[in-house]
Nanobody
């Protein structure tokens, strides 16, 4: 069974940077799209960035130009480099991975994720 584990969150001042990592364990095969989502306090989880197996990237308007998604297929990992962080970026960050056309995480709880807190 494929499991996803995020890391790299923390407390940072506004304007700072963080790099999040997510690794898929369980010997996944045929990983296609990888994505990051976040859940701000009191809000629903929302998508913020994705990268395809052709390294095509896409970002939500809230993070475009500040965040960069990348992947290392040899390590079954996806990364999110976050620059110019703002207090509005505070939240729990989650990754998701598609095996073929099926996402590993679907509806419901996605586990603990990694907490990012940006102070003003």
């Amino acid at each position: 069974q494929v499991q996803l584990v995020e890391s790299g969150g923390g407390l940072v001042q506004a304007g700072g940077s963080l790099r999040l990592s997510c690794t898929a364990s369980g010997a996944p095969r045929n990983i296609t799209t990888m994505a990051w989502h976040r859940q701000a306090p009191g809000k629903q989880r929302s998508w913020i960035a994705l990268i395809t197996n052709r390294n095509t990237t896409n970002y939500s308007g809230a993070v475009k130009g500040r965040f960069t998604i990348s992947r290392d297929d040899a390590k079954n990992s996806v990364y999110l480099h976050m620059d110019r962080l703002e207090p509005g970026d505070t939240g729990v960050y989650f990754c998701n991975v598609a095996i073929g056309s099926k996402w590993i995480r679907e509806a419901g709880s996605w586990g603990q994720g990694t907490q990012v807190t940006v102070s003003s």
